[in-house]
């Protein structure tokens, strides 16, 4: 079978998205096997070290390996990003497949609720709850699907208002299939390709979300390394350790770039599906 | 009529956001009065005293009717931690805002339409794969860290620009404003300008593939004019309406551009605000933001009516 050029193109930046995602997520997982220093190892006497052929990504101002903090980092960010985004994207298919369903005032009351969130700006309003709820990794995750999911909730709801129409939604229906059976077997299936990238592309904002809150100190809470919080301590010293800076926010950009080409990829594959 | 249909639309909008906020507020810890909990020099029988004079041993329905008609009417409380009202500190921060916030539309949009126009045009060619890139590039930048790096660059590195506030203490005349705007209105329109282009990009290809644009071709109109005349003004009406749609974007990237730029706004406002846990400032810039997004989306909302007819 002979592709075009773009399509050539496309499968091979997907292949090549997928195969970063799973380096980072890969690295991640071996930071305890790969990680030349413990995270958390002080050394006053080598504190604020530049990058060296030791210490790779240099020292922060208590000695420890920048490096190790990054790659253990990853684990928290991305964990954060990964749970969050598939929570946020069960959420939002849940409510969008009951206000496309049920219809009539569900419908209005869900997609008001929707809008209004919509309507609070996103990051003032996440770190209003951390401040108050003061979360630990578990709470932070729904905290930022809680505020995340309207986007998948309305375009989920749309598919299903048209899937509804359906002849073979409609033939279920007349076979005396129940609603939500019908639900299940024949609407969450088709709208499970729009669910992918709205989850794709929930991972890239969820790990910004949770780096600019540990950016303001209130996200993920030293001693635990995230790369958003790294920044937090990196801020005030970055005239003189820029390298502090550089690492874990260059982590965050290839990690949200790398999610975020993947989605676009997937996006458009899936319009050029359907166009033909 | 169609007007006052949509303004009665938003009004359950801003009533479930009002809910909203109060609920945050009297989810914390202690409520409103969590800061004076944590105080040893403030006496139990004090906090009991205050409890009453601000009616917060009403049921919270009763509470939520008087927090939102003062609202209402412009009595939004009292800063925690100077004791001024909380309106007055607002309307001091809005102008430095304001003006970060069209000095940064006005950068995105002299990025975005150039860029997004050309992208279209040359379709598939090297300068739309470059712009593709730089504008994804652009959208999963942590805005923070782009803010940093330009700082520690341009600023500190090099020495081109002020590295951070709105205008020098002595000399503080127009250039010295433009001086100090350039780098935070840059970080704010960054994500911005990567998204309104890729926008406007495919609002021009969907433009230029439809038939008049070949009639304007086949009666010979000139190219640029086929462009610029016929297809921009077509692709311009839905830009417009997503600039007024990312409003709420636009606060989420002020509050973190003013934080690292200490520009004197109400963004930096509001992260001081977090830091002392100012609660009463907290609640009413989520009210007034969100107040502002619903009301600019109203009128993207009919300024797109009004841009293209074939909208009912």
Do not use: C
């Amino acid at each position: 079978m002979s592709m075009d050029p773009g399509a050539q193109r496309a499968t091979f930046s997907v292949n090549a998205a997928l195969v970063v995602a799973g380096l980072l997520v890969l690295l991640a997982l071996a930071a305890p096997l790969i990680a030349p220093f413990a995270p958390d190892a002080i050394d006053l006497a080598g504190r604020r070290a530049a990058p060296s052929s030791v210490h790779w990504f240099g020292t922060d101002d208590l000695g420890r390996d920048l490096l190790s903090r990054v790659l253990y980092g990853a684990r928290v960010s991305l964990a954060i990003g990964i749970l969050a985004a598939a929570l946020t994207v069960a959420l939002g298919a849940g409510v969008g497949m009951v206000a496309g369903a049920a219809g009539r005032w569900i419908d209005a009351l869900l997609m008001r609720i929707a809008d209004a969130i919509l309507a609070v700006p996103r990051l003032p309003l996440l770190m209003i709850a951390s401040v108050i709820v003061r979360p630990g990794v578990p709470v932070l995750i729904l905290l930022v699907a809680a505020v995340s999911w309207m986007e998948t909730a309305r375009v989920v709801r749309a598919e299903v208002r048209s899937l509804v129409t359906r002849g073979f939604v409609e033939a279920a229906h007349a076979m005396g299939v129940k609603p939500l059976m019908s639900l299940w077997r024949h609407i969450l299936p088709n709208v499970i390709p729009t669910l992918v990238v709205a989850t794709t592309l929930a991972v890239g904002r969820s790990i910004l979300l949770e780096s600019a809150l540990s950016f303001f100190g209130v996200g993920v809470q030293p001693p635990t390394a995230s790369w958003g919080n790294m920044l937090y301590q990196a801020q005030s010293t970055m005239a003189t350790e820029p390298w502090l800076a550089l690492f874990p926010g260059a982590a965050i950009l290839i990690s949200v770039l790398t999610v975020n080409s993947l989605g676009e990829r997937l996006s458009i594959s899936r319009i050029g599906v359907r166009a033909s | 009529m169609l007007l006052l249909r949509r303004v009665a639309q938003s009004i359950p909008l801003l009533l479930i956001v009002s809910v909203l906020v109060f609920a945050l507020l009297h989810a914390a810890p202690g409520g409103p009065l969590a800061i004076y909990l944590e105080n040893p020099g403030v006496r139990p029988e004090d906090i009991e005293r205050l409890r009453k004079a601000l009616g917060l041993d009403q049921p919270l329905s009763i509470q939520y009717v008087r927090w939102l008609s003062a609202f209402i009417t412009g009595d939004w409380g009292f800063s925690l931690s100077d004791g001024r009202p909380v309106a007055q500190r607002m309307l001091e921060r809005a102008p430095a805002t304001l003006e970060l916030a069209g000095a940064s539309l006005i950068v995105a949009l002299l990025a975005a339409v150039p860029l997004g126009i050309v992208s279209a045009v040359r379709r598939g060619r090297w300068v739309d794969r470059v712009s593709g890139v730089i504008a994804l590039a652009g959208v999963s930048l942590p805005v923070f860290w782009f803010g940093l790096i330009l700082q520690l660059t341009l600023a500190i590195g090099l020495g081109w620009l002020p590295s951070s506030g709105r205008s020098a203490v002595f000399d503080s005349g127009f250039v010295d404003r433009i001086r100090h705007l350039i780098l935070p209105a840059t970080v704010l329109a960054g994500v911005h300008a990567a998204a309104w282009s890729r926008f406007l990009r495919s609002s021009m290809l969907g433009v230029l593939s439809q038939r008049f644009i070949l009639a304007a071709e086949g009666r010979g109109v000139p190219k640029r004019a086929v462009v610029l005349r016929h297809a921009l003004r077509n692709a311009a009406g839905p830009l417009v309406t997503i600039v007024f749609m990312d409003a709420a974007l636009l606060v989420s990237g002020a509050v973190v551009t003013e934080s690292v730029f200490a520009w004197p706004g109400l963004g930096a406002l509001f992260t001081e605000a977090i830091v002392r846990r100012d609660y009463p400032v907290l609640m009413a810039f989520l009210m007034v933001t969100s107040a502002a997004v619903i009301l600019l989306n109203l009128v993207a909302d009919l300024m797109h009516r009004a841009l293209d007819p074939r909208v009912a």
